[in-house]
Structure formats: C-alpha cells, structure tokens
C-alpha cells in the first residue's frame, strides 16, 4: 500500500516536472551540475515530503492517501520549478586552478 503512494508522488512530480519543462537530466558534468531536473531533486523531494507525512501519520489506508501523494508529487514539482533556486541559489561560478593558470612555452 505506503509503495503505490511513493510510486502515485513520484511519478505525479515527474510528469508535472515534464509539463512545466524542467529538463530530464541535468547538465554535464552532472556532479558539478546545478541544474534543476526532473530526477534530481523532483523526484528525491517527493519521495521524502512523502516519508515525512507517512511518518506524521497522515497516511492511513484510506482511499484518501491517494489523493494526499498526488496532491505531494503536484507541489512538489511546483517547488522545484518556481521556489527551490530562490532559497538554495546557485553557487558562483568559480574557475578551477588548472584552468587559470596560462602555459608559458
């Protein structure tokens, strides 16, 4: 049962990450990418708000824990879109030391 909510989250926020044009993947090099994606952090973001209202008791095994997961993967993708860079903002972009020291022949 609590895995069919997991799976109705998860794939509500991918999809409406898909609608609102959140790319699939984030750019390469994806570990020093901070592109936000539909997998990272869409779907990680709706696995835990689901958890945290699992574990608050909110899910009990009515039929209204359906509607509680996609109401979950909906904000979700909502917050990843339009509010999550406001609070985490990117880091500056800084050049490596390799790259800024210049070879002298």
């Known amino acids: 049962m609590l895995c069919i909510v997991y799976i109705i989250a998860i794939g509500s926020a991918m999809i409406l990450g898909l609608i609102l044009k959140l790319p699939l993947l984030p750019e390469r090099p994806m570990r020093q990418s901070w592109t936000t994606s539909v997998i990272f952090p869409t779907a990680v973001l709706a696995l835990g708000f689901t958890a945290m209202v699992s574990k608050l008791g909110y899910l009990t095994s009515a039929n209204s824990d359906y509607l509680i997961a996609l109401a979950i993967g909906v904000l979700t993708a909502i917050f990843s879109k339009f509010i999550l860079e406001r609070i985490l903002p990117r ?15």
């Open 91 to 105: 880091p500056l972009q800084e050049e490596s030391p390799d790259e800024s020291q210049e070879v002298s022949p």
